[in-house]
């Protein structure tokens, strides 16, 4: 991973968080945006402008890339890059925990 991607994405926004945890299987837009509404019970709700602007800065990047279309919808999916940017955050995500924990 180069020292622009390790820059540009971590930390991350929760919209690149969660998009590149839905990438890990095959999805297409709508989709990431009705499965994060479900995995956080409705408190985010990705904008379809940020979320296609996402999806196709991380396809230029390398983190998710084409699979196919379906019904005219393009699903993407995570590359190796991706998990190793995505593996990076969950990582300082569970640092920022630990030491919350451990502040207390």
Do not use: W
Not at 22 to 48: A, D, F, W
Not at 69 to 75: A, P
Request: net charge positive.
């Amino acid at each position: 991973m180069n020292s622009h991607i390790k820059k540009v994405y971590v930390p991350m926004t929760e919209t690149g968080f969660y998009i590149l945890l839905c990438l890990k299987e095959p999805n297409h837009g709508y989709g990431i945006v009705q499965r994060v509404e479900n995995m956080t019970e409705g408190e985010i709700r990705l904008s379809p402008g940020t979320m296609y602007g996402s999806l196709s800065k991380m396809e230029k990047d390398g983190l998710i890339t084409f699979v196919r279309e379906e019904d005219k919808r393009k699903i993407y999916q995570i590359t190796a890059l991706g998990t190793q940017v995505l593996d990076l955050e969950l990582k300082r995500i569970e640092r920022l925990y630990k030491n919350a924990k451990e502040g207390r």
